[in-house]
């Protein structure tokens, strides 16, 4: 009830773009938003995809916007392991599961497959990087003239290893590619002045779900802090996990950055929430 219940959807207003991170159920409520406030007024915008499950790509269908054929929307993400990034945008549009396709909607719509991890979206750099999920997922990390945004929504910590070339390596090699991997990704994020990362599980709860491809709230924190964010955003909460079990959760985080004695402001991601950065 107050953090909310869509899946991921995220926007981001920066140096005149409008950025959307993926298309889960929370973009119908973005559709209504934009469309409000656009008036008569055409929306331009980006939708970067992060990856292909159900929880990041179901809402696209019920996003308002795509209906008006004043509208222009850029459609952005990678090649999934079995599927190009077209098919893959296309298919919860496809029969029998939705009445219209893809092809049907109004709006100017350009679905194009990123090859590169680094490119620009107006006067926005955006750097990519894989991460640690079932199948093909990327972060992103967007350089706004107010500051630097990290989106990961789904990763997990690499002491479980997706990639498919983990399966066949000896202990001590997986060791080498977990602790390679995770320096790459310190790096990526080093600095950033939001990450809104994956903390799905309590750290019992992910004792038990272990590849399932989600995070911690101590491995959350720890990122965090060996990457020198400014301010950690907890995100994709657990459908099972009511807002007293988030409250829990936010403050078991915070708790962590006490013990550390290193400065991180932590907060709970809330479906609504608007946050400034400037700098
Ligand atoms: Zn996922
Ligand atoms: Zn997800």
Redesign the pocket.
């Known amino acids: 009830m107050r953090y909310g219940g869509n899946t991921t959807c995220v926007e981001v207003r920066a140096d005149g773009e409008t950025i959307v991170l993926d298309a889960g159920s929370g973009i119908r409520s973005l559709g209504v938003a934009l469309d409000k406030e656009s008036r008569l007024e055409p929306i331009k915008l980006t939708l970067l995809i992060t990856?292909a499950?159900w929880?990041?790509i179901q809402g696209l269908p019920f996003f308002g916007p795509a209906y008006d054929k004043k509208n222009e929307i850029n459609v952005r993400g990678y090649d999934g392991v079995d599927m190009s990034f077209s098919e893959i945008m296309a298919e919860p549009m496809k029969a029998p599961f939705f009445p219209i396709a893809m092809r049907e909607l109004s709006a100017k719509i350009d679905i194009k497959k990123l090859t590169e991890m680094e490119f620009m979206v107006g006067r926005v750099q955006v750097r990519a990087r894989f991460v640690n999920?079932?199948g093909v997922?990327a972060g992103y990390r967007l350089f706004t003239s107010g500051g630097s945004i990290a989106f990961l929504p789904?990763h997990e910590p690499y002491r479980f290893l997706h990639s498919a070339k983990a399966n066949n390596l000896s202990p001590e090699e997986a060791k080498k590619v977990a602790e390679k991997e995770q320096t790459g990704l310190v790096e990526f994020l080093h600095g950033s002045d939001i990450l809104i990362l994956d903390t799905q599980y309590t750290d019992a709860e992910y004792e038990i779900h272990m590849g399932w491809?989600h995070g911690s709230v101590s491995s959350a924190v720890s990122l965090a802090l060996h990457a020198e964010v400014r301010r950690l955003l907890l995100f994709h909460h657990a459908p099972s996990h009511d807002d007293a079990m988030l409250d829990t959760i936010v403050n078991d985080a915070r708790q962590l950055v006490r013990e550390s004695g290193k400065k991180l402001r932590v907060d709970g991601a809330r479906e609504g929430e608007e946050l400034v950065l400037s700098k």
Do not use: I, Q
Request: net charge negative; charged share 20%.
């Open positions: 990856h499950h929880d990041h999920h079932p997922c789904d491809g």
